[in-house]
């Protein structure tokens, strides 16, 4: 202002005009400069997220090939110890390539408009492959890219409780039977001896022990004759103990053929949500819940008892209907992804675990207790579903009465006679089991309800059935189809079991399985757990005014305005 003072004292009013419009044009320019600021700022905003952006998407280019390549899932990192940090890292420098005003190598001029300065970036928030919401959706993403159908068939246990009486009392009173509560009627207690006192026995006493003891020997021996003569040819219930002695695995299936490797479980799983693998157990000195301490042998209601609680044994309690619905629409994509990525007794992929599916289902420590988990839960369905038929043949029912009549008839008790009478049945129907889960695991389809027609056990086999009889029974099924209204198989039964598990644990043994081939095929250090999927970075950067920077505002403040900004990117399932 003393500059104009000066000019118009100077010049008169002549000046007055110039110094006018100098003073406007002042005015406009700096309308005009704020408004270019304003511009600029605000532009520069958009300018960087799009930098931001673009090198985020760059640096998940970087993501694990291997992991995609064997399994559909995208991951950043997991392997050498790359994490957040190199993420970080990494996107840090391809922000700044981005948000450079010149071109490297480049052969004219470049004008930096936004001028930005300090910057930096810091990760916080980031999202691994396991975590639920990402996993199930990478998995639905990997279906949706296979064209996947979704399962329109499930196995459900279509026997009905039709027979009018408990298994548990029936084999409980054939378990009294077998351990000879019945074979002793009445005793010589309270008769008084030579000697006017009770409890011991007199000479006529212990002749008639002696005699009663000879005609029990009789007996055995007319039972026998009449056994031989009878139907079944022998006795059921003691040819089925000493069958299974050897464990029911070896009944279906070439044990030699078995792999037994041992599946590590990841670090990351907690003890609560992980129960301790039998393979673990053997060198703690622990017993796991199905060892069991050394008793007497035992008989063919304890065998069958113990294969029916092991067959019904669930991780988690489904009490109605609808919640069996709502499992089966939960696990469906799980079981759908797992059936393609994972290898089971029947299918055979280039994976390290063998019986990967297996696996899922059961959580053992070494494949072989998987594939005997699966096995004996399958013996129990079928024993379970035959037995629907087995009860109701009219043949079936004459020929075991005669055959249990002659083994517990001396008792006199229908209870007995008929508890035995139905552990016979058992043992066919179990049987018959044998063969439906030898096909099964030869790839073949079994009639979910059996008829007269394709029930393979004839009664007159019930005590001389082998490994090899069932092996040839078994090829009377066909193969199996990939959906089938006539019969199911091994995989369908498998999803009845993988329902049956809980989504968390499933989901933890599916990560595993892939740590551990990944591992052993490619990099020792790989580590699922630490997979990143998404990533929300937040970033700083100086913009400086340059209107503040004018040369005749060299006397003002000069003044850089510091932003912040966030940027997500990784996997998102459509």
Not at 135 to 143: C, D, R, S
Not at 310 to 317: P, S, V
Not at 392 to 415: C, H, N, R, Y
Not at 416 to 441: P, R
């Amino acid at each position: 202002m003393i500059f104009f003072k000066k000019v118009l004292k100077a010049q008169g009013e002549k000046a007055g005009i110039t110094v006018f419009l100098t003073i406007t044009f002042l005015l406009f320019f700096s309308m005009v400069g704020v408004m270019f600021e304003s511009a600029r700022v605000l532009s520069s905003e958009g300018y960087f997220r799009v930098a931001a952006r673009s090198a985020a998407m760059t640096a998940f280019g970087d993501f694990n090939r291997e992991l995609f390549q064997e399994y559909g899932l995208f991951a950043y990192g997991g392997y050498d110890g790359i994490g957040v940090e190199n993420l970080n890292a990494e996107f840090l420098e391809l922000l700044k390539k981005n948000l450079s005003a010149a071109p490297e190598g480049r052969e004219r001029s470049y004008s930096d408009l936004y001028r930005f300065s300090e910057v930096e970036s810091e990760i916080v928030d980031a999202k691994n492959l396991m975590e639920k919401e990402i996993f199930h959706g990478q998995i639905k993403g990997f279906l949706k890219r296979q064209a996947v159908e979704r399962v329109t068939e499930r196995v459900t246990d279509s026997l009905s409780e039709n027979t009018g009486f408990s298994v548990k009392e029936k084999l409980a009173i054939t378990r009294d039977y077998e351990n000879g509560k019945y074979d002793v009627v009445d005793t010589d207690e309270g008769k008084e001896t030579d000697d006017g006192g009770k409890g011991g026995q007199t000479t006529e006493a212990k002749t008639e022990e002696e005699d009663r003891k000879s005609k029990e020997k009789e007996e055995k021996r007319d039972t026998d004759a009449q056994l031989k003569k009878d139907a079944a040819g022998g006795n059921p219930l003691t040819v089925f103990s000493e069958f299974t002695g050897n464990g029911v695995l070896s009944l279906v299936c070439d044990e030699k053929d078995i792999s037994k490797q041992e599946i590590p479980i990841r670090e990351a799983v907690e003890q609560e949500e992980y129960p301790m693998q039998d393979s673990a157990l053997e060198g703690s000195g622990k017993k796991s819940k199905s060892e069991k301490p050394p008793e007497k042998e035992m008989g063919a209601a304890d065998v069958l008892e113990e294969l029916m609680e092991e067959g019904n044994a669930e991780e988690k309690e489904v009490t109605k209907s609808e919640n069996i619905l709502s499992a089966a629409a939960e696990q469906s994509e799980f079981f759908l992804y797992a059936s393609r990525q994972f290898a089971d007794y029947t299918k055979s992929l280039e994976k390290t675990v063998k019986y990967g599916m297996e696996y899922l289902v059961a959580g053992k420590g070494k494949e072989n207790l998987n594939l005997s988990y699966v096995v004996n839960r399958l013996l129990a369905i079928r024993l379970l579903l035959n037995m629907g038929y087995a009860v109701t043949d009219p043949v079936f029912q004459e020929k075991s009465l005669a055959t249990a009549s002659i083994l517990a008839g001396f008792t006199g008790l229908p209870p007995v006679i008929s508890a035995v009478q139905y552990t016979i049945l058992m043992i066919l129907s179990f049987e018959e089991a044998c063969i439906d889960v030898t096909a099964l695991l030869e790839g073949k389809e079994v009639p979910v309800v059996k008829n007269a027609g394709n029930f393979q056990m004839k009664y007159e086999e019930i005590c001389i059935c082998t490994k090899e009889l069932f092996e040839r029974k078994a090829q009377f099924f066909p193969k199996a189809k990939k959906w089938s209204a006539s019969g199911a198989s091994y995989q369908s039964y498998l999803y009845m079991l993988f329902l049956s598990g809980r989504e968390e644990t499933v989901r933890n043994r599916m990560g595993d399985l892939i740590q551990y081939d990944l591992r052993e095929r490619y990099n020792q250090t790989f580590t699922i757990d630490a997979c990143i999927c998404t990533s929300t970075c937040r970033t700083e950067y100086c913009i400086p005014y340059l209107f503040s920077s004018l040369p005749f505002l060299s006397g003002s403040e000069r003044r850089t305005g510091k932003r912040t900004q966030e940027v997500t990117y990784g996997y998102k399932s459509e």
